[in-house]
């Protein structure tokens, strides 16, 4: 056992995926170009039993920032992280929204290092075990958030939002959603419920910001060099994960649901934040749209 909380074994599958991003969010905290303050990632990394050691630094990497996985790679979740940090503060301070659900939380700790206003709620969907083991972590660092703040105990391959609206959930008010990491693994019919569920809970006035990877079903691809290193890494292949059906258009189910909705490739993140993945050979991270959309009316236009 460590001192960061209870260990916990990651062997395989979509939650080694969260610690993967979670070593990401340790090295961008630590390095002296990052755009990301996690405090709490690295503790997460330590605290967890993996196949292979993972790094928390970029000086324990030794190719640095040129490695395909936690250099690129790792820029790749660092700068994702950022632009939803940012879509949700601006959620919360520019448009006055004070509820925000975050479907398959995974190790993120937003409920804790943002700088949310007064009144704000935040929920957090995810599996049992890996809230568990986020918890102990969390207790062992005696980290507390300074917000309301929700574990919803759900599955998002069956019904959620029982759960979450035990949880005091309440969709006649402005929900901020974010959808980080999960969609590309995802069954094509899972995804459309997934959207259509989220744009019936969402009140005029919500947000949404989510992760898609186009033509992700392409041996182009789930060949990828980058997902091959993964594997070496890690143990784990990522897009042995993900999902083999084509894609539905979400972005367009939702602008028929009266959401004015946006895609942008990374490369444009990357330009903004001064800081991210470039464009590269053999490249599934250009395939990688992250849509925001906000909610001017319900499908009747009222």
């Not at 917000?147 to 959620?160: F, K, M, P």
Request: aromatic share 8%; with cysteine.
């Amino acid at each position: 056992m460590n001192d960061g909380g209870r260990t916990s074994r990651f062997s395989a599958g979509v939650e080694l995926t969260a610690l993967l991003v979670a070593a990401a969010r340790a090295i961008e905290t630590r390095h002296p170009d990052g755009i990301v303050g996690d405090p709490y990632a690295e503790a997460f990394v330590k605290a967890a039993e993996t196949p292979v050691p993972l790094p928390v630094s970029i000086e324990e990497v030794a190719e640095g920032d040129a490695d395909p996985v936690w250099g690129r790679g790792g820029q790749y979740f660092a700068l994702r992280t950022r632009v939803f940090d940012d879509f949700l503060l601006d959620a919360a301070h520019r448009q006055g929204i004070r509820q925000v659900v975050q479907l398959g939380a995974g190790l993120d700790t937003r409920a804790l290092r943002l700088d949310w206003p007064a009144g704000t709620v935040v929920y957090e969907v995810d599996r049992c075990d890996l809230f568990a083991f986020k918890q102990d972590v969390l207790d062992a660092m005696g980290a507390r958030p300074a917000v309301r703040h929700h574990h919803v105990v759900a599955d998002l391959e069956s019904d959620w939002t029982e759960p979450l609206r035990a949880a005091g959930f309440d969709p006649l008010r402005p929900t901020a959603w974010v959808i980080e990491g999960v969609i590309p693994y995802l069954s094509a019919p899972v995804e459309r419920s997934l959207i259509t569920t989220v744009s019936a809970l969402s009140a005029p006035g919500s947000a949404i910001a989510y992760e898609i990877l186009q033509g992700q079903e392409t041996e182009e691809i789930r060949d990828s060099s980058l997902y091959a290193d993964t594997e070496q890494k890690m143990g784990v292949h990522l897009s042995g994960l993900f999902s083999e059906d084509a894609r539905p258009d979400s972005a367009r189910a939702l602008a028929g649901e009266g959401w004015e909705v946006s895609g942008e490739s990374v490369y444009g993140f990357t330009e903004r934040y001064g800081r991210g993945p470039r464009p590269g050979a053999d490249d599934p991270i250009s395939h990688a749209r992250w849509v925001r959309g906000h909610r001017v009316h319900g499908p009747d236009g009222g």
